[in-house]
């Protein structure tokens, strides 16, 4: 089973300022008040709000929605530090579309940094902290915060798209002979083939998860079923076939059935014990099909 022409390797890279400090001073101070032997390194770190976290929320929710479709749209592929998921082909052009509104948005973000938002924080935590200076006694300092520029690099919003390797389109022969190359074609394939398996697995797990919380959802004597709850499923029931990479009939058959007997209006559900009910033994049929076929 080849990728290459049906999914892109895509990661998603952010980093964000915490908006923490330890404050050595004040670290020491507590472990000479309680006569730790050691300092702060005995007994601990004392971590300072140096940043409201009202301010840090806007790039948060950013962050929040890109990864929500980042993980909606994609399957794990290697995860090492930085993960590296398949994005169907099909779904490059939405995904892209996210990342737009949300690069859009990050940037008026930095804009009102450089234009007074910055200065707003600072004020913000002097009034907080006591607008004193730490020799003073205070929790204020002035050098917990970088010139504007230096704060501004630390916010990092990046993302890499990159073709799925494909083993027969490598050609090792000139640099390794041709029975090496073909020994490492062969390593190459069963590695890509491993990762394609696990990533099945877990677009399998994904199916469950969602089933299971459904039928969770729907068991309890007086449900409290939300809007979400169905919009959940019906992402789901629409991202699947892009996501069947393998072409799994039995997965797709799994998919029409939960198109056709899961989904129903909410208010439906909340109102009609009988209707709450037949959705309900659905998804423990579907679930059960999933055990049997899947093991999951």
Known sequence: MSLSNKALLLT???SIPSGRKVDKQVSNDIADQYNIDGGRRSSGNFNKITIDSKYLKEPQNIKRK?????DNM??????NG??????PNTQFMAFSKVWRESKREMDQYIWKLE???YDEMMQESKDRLGGQSSDDGGLFSEWDYPPVDDFVSKFKMEHYVRPVPDADNLDLRVAVG????????????????????ESRKVLCDRIVDALKHMSSVLSKDKPVIHETLMDKMCDLIDILPELNFSEDQELDDIRCQMKGELIEDVQTLRDDEVARQDVLDSTNDILNRMEKIYGV
């Open 12 to 14: 998603v890279d952010f």
């Open 66 to 70: 890109v990864i929500n479709a980042f």
């Open 74 to 79: 994609t399957l794990p592929w290697l995860n």
């Open 82 to 87: 930085i993960k590296v998921n398949l994005l």
């Open 115 to 117: 234009n007074g938002l």
């Open 178 to 197: 041709e029975e090496e190359a073909n020994r490492i074609k062969v390593d190459i394939q069963k590695s890509i083939e491993k990762q394609f398996e």
